[in-house]
Structures are given as structure tokens and as C-alpha cells.
């Protein structure tokens, strides 16, 4: 599938468009998996659970796995691998390390790292499920089949967070200031601080 590398707006053929705009997203979701390989080792150094640390650690292994399918992808396309930055993507990693850094070790940072990692995965998911349409409108069905068994291991990972959230995130077996201290400011919590 060599394309041509025109803008997405200005090319009047709708499947020379669909093409780039494939290829626009694959290049994206690409950049993106390649930026969880250095994320996902931040999320488990601060996490605390276990079962978070094991599920992240399982996930680290999985992204490096999607990279190379990815890889795989662009060779069946003939085209060599690029990388180009997801401004959405940098958003949602700018806020989980946000998260990590204003939070104390514990389960408040756990659960923030929960809730950034399903943020990712949801977005994982939406890129993956219309990747697989591209491909599957564009009739590239060894492309559809490897972007489905991606599209399938993110589905199945944001379910396992979901159940790592319920099982692991036990507010009554915290120490009562670590509780009420969602947030650092001062070595205060902006919670407290807002209460008085």
C-alpha cells in the first residue's frame, strides 16, 4: 500500500483519503505504544498494590508485543515504521504524571494511576477499533487481524484494571491521614486546605 503522503483534506479520492488518514492514525497509535514502553516503569515504581504492580508489569510486556505487530502492520502495508507524536495521547500522560507527582505513595496514587491507565486504555481502544475498520474498509484483512488482537488484549486489559480498582483500592485498611490526603500542597492536602 504505497500512499500518497498529501494532506488528508485535499485528496478528492475518498480511498486515497481513508488510506492516509489509516496511515495518519497508525503512525499515532505507533508513537503512542512506543512512549507506554517509558510510562508504564514510572506507573510501577510509585505504585503500591501488588496486583497494580503485576497488572502493569503484564501490560509493559503486552505493549512491547502490540509494538512489534505494529511493526508487522507497516511491513505487510510496505512501509517502514514512523512514529509521529499523539497530542492526545501526550495529554493523558501529562496528566497521569501529574497525578503520580501531587499524590502521596499509597492507595490515593494507586488510584490515580488506576484512573490514568484506563483513560489510556480507553483511548487504546478507540484508536484500535477504527484502525481495524480502516483496514477492513480498505480490504487489508492480514492488517485487520493483527490491529483485532491488539483491539482485543486493550479490551481485556481495561476490564482487568476495573477489577484491580475494586479488589485492591480498600480505603478502611488505610491510616485515616493518608485517606483524607488526596492531594500535596504545602504538606497539606488541597482537601483539607479547601475545608478551612
Known sequence: M?????????VPDAEA???N????ELEKIYWTEKVLTKVIPKMIKNATAPQLIKGL???LEKTNEQIIRL?????ILGESPVAVKCHAMEGLIMEAEGLIEQTYEGTVRDACIIASDQKIEHYKIAAYSTLYSFATILREDDTADLLLQTLDEDTA???QLSQIAESSINLENE???ET???FKLNGRSSLQNSFH
Open 17 to 19: 483519503g481513508l488510506t
Open 21 to 24: 488518514l489509516f496511515m495518519d
Open 71 to 75: 511493526e508487522e502492520v507497516f511491513t
Open 157 to 159: 486489559a481495561g476490564v
Open 175 to 177: 491510616e485515616d491521614e
Open 57 to 59: 508489569s503484564n501490560r
Open 180 to 182: 483524607n490526603s488526596l
Open 2 to 10: 504505497k500512499l500518497n503522503k498529501s494532506a488528508i483534506t485535499t
